[in-house]
């Protein structure tokens, strides 16, 4: 398996602008995790889908965010319109219910730079 | 609500120097305990974990203690090497049943030099 697919791997944009950020997560897992880090907030979580259904999505800042799960390979992350403070590195990480929510595959990350 | 502390980093160490990576936790149950490993321009990875107090979990020369008495899971490791540079997080998931998403430490850098 090529492991958890993200893209774009790096974003620069201004402030005002849609920003998409795309996942695409190991086949048959059924737990998928947007994360975001940044230096003074660590690793967050934004929001987790179990079975292409959100379950949390206490951690999305605010409306400006928000995330889809179409089908079970696929998943994005939309921030509209982005600021210069939600400049980050956000992760998509999926994980198999069988053997535990918790143990996560991370992908490469996205790095999102709003001028 | 759950939280982790770690030891606020960076950490510069000699080769084959004794790594210590202090984590301690606040959790209302009995959660599961992890370390994930951050190397430069990659998403995170497991290292190890444990799930119940007493256990040690291990990986790739690194250990830690599930302690309940001390709510601590610090990282250890004898002997460390300049390919263990990397960011270190300690996580915990509330929940003998694991599917609870995982809270993370802020992260401890790690630079070893030769």
């Known amino acids: 398996d090529a492991g958890v697919i993200q893209s774009p791997r790096h974003e620069v944009t201004e402030m005002g602008q849609e920003v998409t950020l795309r996942c695409k997560p190991i086949?048959?897992?059924?737990?998928l995790f947007w994360y975001r880090q940044t230096m003074m907030r660590g690793l967050e979580l934004l929001i987790y889908?179990?079975?292409?259904?959100?379950?949390?999505d206490s951690g999305m800042p605010e409306d400006r965010f928000s995330a889809k799960m179409p089908n079970a390979s696929f998943s994005t992350l939309k921030i509209q319109p982005s600021e210069p403070r939600d400049s980050a590195v956000y992760f998509c990480a999926s994980s198999s219910g069988l053997s535990g929510a918790n143990v996560l595959t991370f992908g490469a990350g996205s790095r999102l730079t709003v001028l | 609500g759950n939280s982790v502390t770690q030891m606020e980093g960076p950490v510069t160490l000699s080769e084959e120097a004794f790594l210590t990576i202090n984590c301690t936790y606040t959790?209302?149950?009995?959660?599961?305990l992890f370390w994930y490993v951050q190397y430069p321009g990659e998403g995170l990875q497991l290292l190890l974990k444990a799930t119940k107090a007493d256990d040690k979990g291990s990986n790739k020369g690194f250990e830690a203690t599930y302690r309940k008495e001390t709510t601590s899971f610090h990282l250890e490791k004898g002997s460390v090497q300049v390919s263990d540079s990397a960011v270190y997080f300690c996580a915990l998931s509330d929940g003998p049943g694991g599917n609870t998403p995982l809270v993370f430490g802020k992260g401890t850098r790690l630079s070893v030099i030769a």
């Open positions: 086949s048959g897992h059924d737990y």
């Open positions: 959790a209302t149950g009995y959660p599961s």
């Open positions: 889908f179990n079975n292409n259904v959100p379950i949390d």
